[in-house]
């Protein structure tokens, strides 16, 4: 396999490298548009993916060699799965790896939101110690958190909020209600969800009807001064326009986004100036351990399938039978 080539859509780390290197000689894509992977793909026996770049069923029927997929994440939605699978070809993904990771941070962004940390910061710095006589902060204590989306990431953040005494709703119809009523959860219909939460997390996967579950219709459910916090999908939000409205009205007191759509976005919409609006670049579930954590779950099931063995994780193990 000397000449053949792994091609990756962004950096990997040493593991990653040394374990996909035995297959050839790997291959950074300068950016991730379309006619820039098509130039790099004749060759290319692996496809390691960073980021969601549309991987199309044009790009996967280019890849003549191609006989894996990876991506550095649970999410798929940016992968023709179908396109994947009519070629036989696996793809890998990483559930679970990164799911402390963006649990803590949900926990995080309810918690500078609620606290007003970032406002603190700025009114102290510009010498306006009399700020603290002007405004308040509240708590998570008593309130109660809907998690929309009960998989790994949504268990662990009821974990982690179960010891600040909140009542914890969630939103999914694919996890038991026993599953639920073991995490200390109570299961209910998203509407109801939005109606009794004073934060809502969202932790689900984009589908076809998943996406923009959360509309102007459902933020008009929520109680007036409520959170919310994306860490899954931009697309599963209609648009920054309803959350900024919502914002405005005072109907949410907060928004903590680390996803969007498209991305990046446009930093010149006006929910970007709000102070109650805390955004990080798709970067809360790429931290130190988790990434080694992804890395590696991602490298070794590519590299077992170019040995010939079946992998761990596996979206389309139909391409097996």
Request: glycine residues 10%.
């Amino acid at each position: 396999m000397a000449n053949k080539k792994i091609l990756a859509t962004g950096p990997l780390d040493d593991y990653a490298e040394k374990v996909l290197g035995e297959f050839g000689e790997i291959v950074f894509a300068s950016d991730t548009s379309e006619p820039t992977l098509l130039s790099l793909i004749d060759g290319a026996v692996a496809l390691a993916v960073r980021g969601v770049p549309p991987i199309s069923a044009n790009l996967i029927n280019a890849g003549a060699d191609l006989k894996v997929i990876g991506r550095t994440g649970v999410g798929y939605s940016n992968v023709d799965v179908a396109a994947s699978t009519a070629r036989k070809i696996p793809v890998i993904f990483t559930p679970g790896a990164g799911a402390r990771a963006v649990a803590e941070a949900s926990m995080t962004f309810m918690l500078a939101l609620c606290k007003m940390v970032t406002h603190w910061d700025r009114e102290l710095k510009a010498g306006n110690w009399k700020s603290r006589f002007e405004s308040q902060g509240r708590d998570l204590d008593g309130g109660t958190l809907g998690i929309v989306g009960l998989g790994r990431i949504g268990q662990i953040l009821a974990e982690l909020a179960h010891p600040f005494n909140m009542t914890i709703l969630a939103h999914d119809p694919y996890v038991e209600q026993k599953r639920a009523a073991d995490l200390g959860v109570e299961r209910v219909e998203l509407d109801d969800l939005m109606r009794q939460s004073d934060f809502i997390s969202i932790h689900c996967n984009q589908t076809e009807e998943t996406t923009g579950m959360i509309n102007r219709e459902r933020i008009g459910l929520v109680k007036p001064g409520s959170y919310l916090i994306n860490l899954s999908r931009g697309g599963l939000v209609e648009s920054l326009d309803v959350l900024d409205e919502a914002l405005e009205s005072g109907t949410l007191a907060g928004v903590g986004l680390d996803v969007f759509e498209p991305e990046p976005p446009d930093v010149s919409h006006p929910i970007f100036k709000r102070d109650n609006c805390l955004t990080a670049p798709h970067s809360m579930g790429t931290t130190v351990g988790a990434m080694t954590r992804i890395y590696k779950s991602m490298s070794d099931d590519m590299a077992a399938v170019l040995r010939g063995e079946r992998p761990g994780f596996v979206v389309n193990p139909e391409v097996f039978e």
